[in-house]
């Protein structure tokens, strides 16, 4: 059975479905503090199962050790974690406690139940602002905000974790831009309050609920003046997680980060084009200042996954959108 923290979440609620396309079993725990129960059902609608779920959190030290004494627990995949940059600088220490501290008594439950084999949820965010993109793996590293800093921290300490004993396996995802919908249009991205990220704001603009959105800065030195990601599709990124299980069961995988990105950029007007395109919605935009912290040109150098997993994503920015807006349709907030 496969532990997912976090697992009701936008990342892990795609990402236990694939699990259970997969064959295999999957436990959540989720202390719902972003996220809904409801998300339980939707699943089972997909998939024809309802995984098993503990609402708890990883603070609890307790209940981070029964979870391993009341479930046969084979690996881990760690989502569960607070994630908005601007929130974090207001609260940096709920954000190193619920992502630092819960990652200790995670790891610690593992530890002590001989369960060895953790997928972790890292973010492209580690690789700082001084890079130059396609980013690689083996570039040094850096955090700008103290949610990065919780991202890169728990790197580090998943790398001294396995320098003091081999017998760990440990996968590290670099996540770049997760955007889109299940293709059902059943889970999706469902933020409460107004969005930090890109795709929840064009959709909540497209769909009238949001007057006019703002392009965060056109004075950028790319080609049309705004900000470039590597966008990626969210089941395209579930799969991910599902090879890197794999290649932990194949190779015993050591301590090893791998980036989760398409390898190909789309700047912000390109993004806000394709969705008008794909949906016939128009998007009311206006150009505005730029966004502290913003880097002008983020997309990944996907080789490593390639290589290693034999993973690529599949999916293009026309499917994004599509499924992004049927989710909006039928949930969207
Ligand atoms: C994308 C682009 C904005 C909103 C963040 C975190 C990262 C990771 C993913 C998650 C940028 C522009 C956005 C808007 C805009 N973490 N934008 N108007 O900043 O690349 O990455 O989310 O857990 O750590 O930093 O993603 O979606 O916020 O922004 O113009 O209203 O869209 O400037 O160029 P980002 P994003």
């Known amino acids: 059975m496969i532990l997912v923290t976090g697992g009701t979440g936008f990342i892990g ?49 307790a209940l981070c050790d029964r979870l391993f004494k009341e479930y046969v627990i084979d690996s881990v995949i760690h989502f569960a974690g607070l994630k908005a940059v601007g929130e974090s600088v207001q609260k940096p220490l709920e954000y190193y406690e619920n992502n630092v501290y819960g990652t200790l008594n995670l790891l610690d439950a593992m530890r002590k139940n001989s369960v060895k084999k953790i997928v972790f949820s890292s973010s492209a965010t580690v690789y700082g602002m001084k890079n130059t993109p396609p980013l690689k793996e083996d570039m040094p590293l850096s955090a700008t905000n103290p949610y990065g800093r919780t991202k890169l921290f728990i790197e580090e300490i998943l790398n001294d974790l396995y320098a003091s004993d081999n017998g760990w396996s440990i996968v590290k995802l670099r996540y770049f831009n997760p955007v889109g919908a299940h293709p059902t249009g059943i889970i999706g991205e469902a933020p409460s309050g107004y969005p930090n990220n890109i795709m929840p704001v064009i959709l909540r603009t497209a769909a009238g609920k949001i007057e006019q959105m703002c392009v965060f800065g056109a004075d950028y030195d790319t080609p049309d003046g705004s900000c470039i990601r590597d966008y990626i ?36 007007f390109e993004l806000i084009g394709a969705f008008e395109r794909v949906t016939g919605k128009k998007v009311n935009y206006r150009v505005g200042e730029r966004r502290k912290g913003d880097v002008a040109v983020c ?35």
Not at 28 to 40: E, G, K, Q
């Open 299 to 333: 997309y990944a150098d996907p080789t490593k996954a390639k290589e290693l997993f034999g993973w690529t994503a599949e999916k293009g920015i026309d499917s994004m959108c599509e499924d992004a807006w049927r989710f909006q349709q039928n949930y969207g907030k």
């Open 13 to 61: 609620s795609h990402t236990v479905c694939e699990l259970i396309e997969n064959g295999k079993e999957a436990v959540i725990v989720d202390n719902l503090s972003n996220s809904s129960d409801d998300v339980l059902d939707k699943i089972k609608k997909i998939t024809g199962v309802k995984p098993a779920f503990v609402k708890g959190d990883l603070c609890d030290k």
């Open 233 to 268: 599709h969210i089941t395209d990124l579930a799969k991910g997680h599902i090879k890197a299980l794999e290649y932990i069961e194949k190779t015993g995988a050591g301590c090893v980060a791998v980036n989760l990105g398409t390898g190909r950029g789309y700047s912000v």
